[in-house]
């Protein structure tokens, strides 16, 4: 299984951000081709809404019931594999959260990390690398 981040949806999703046919090249190759289950969880999806509909970062943002039906559309998909928090996977969050002395603007992502790690996922799908490569994690960049 490979984790998704929130940046590859939003990539796949609107074609005006860079990277959008190089993650729709990634998703053949490395998920849909081989066969590979795509982990995802609520709160990338809750980052994906967020972040599609905001006029300010987009010249042609999704509107909320496009954005909700997309997200819907990820979370029901064969593709995916949907992964839930779990009490471990929340104090591995915790656990490096200090062991890392990472600031308030680490929590998500060390939470998104945390829940991979606890599922036995390795690699990763994202724009921001450095956010998880501090965990152990392969990350692969549209």
Do not use: C, Y
Not at 60 to 74: E, G, N, Q, S, Y
């Amino acid at each position: 299984m490979i984790g998704a981040d929130t940046t590859f949806l939003v990539q796949l999703e609107l074609k005006e951000t860079p990277g959008h046919a190089a993650a729709h090249a990634l998703l053949k190759r490395e998920i849909l081709d081989p066969g590979i289950p795509l982990g995802l969880s609520p709160q990338v999806l809750a980052e994906f809404i967020h972040v599609v509909t905001d006029p300010r970062r987009f010249q042609h943002p999704l509107t909320m019931d496009a954005a909700v039906a997309k997200a819907r559309f990820w979370w029901q998909a064969v593709e995916v594999k949907p992964l839930l928090p779990t009490v471990e996977s929340t104090a591995l969050a915790l656990h490096w959260l200090h062991q890392h002395r990472l600031g308030r603007k680490r929590i998500l992502d060390t939470q998104l990390a945390a829940l991979f790690w606890s599922r036995g996922v390795r690699s990763l799908i994202s724009s921001n690398a450095a956010d998880f490569q501090l965990f152990g994690f392969t990350v692969m960049a549209p």
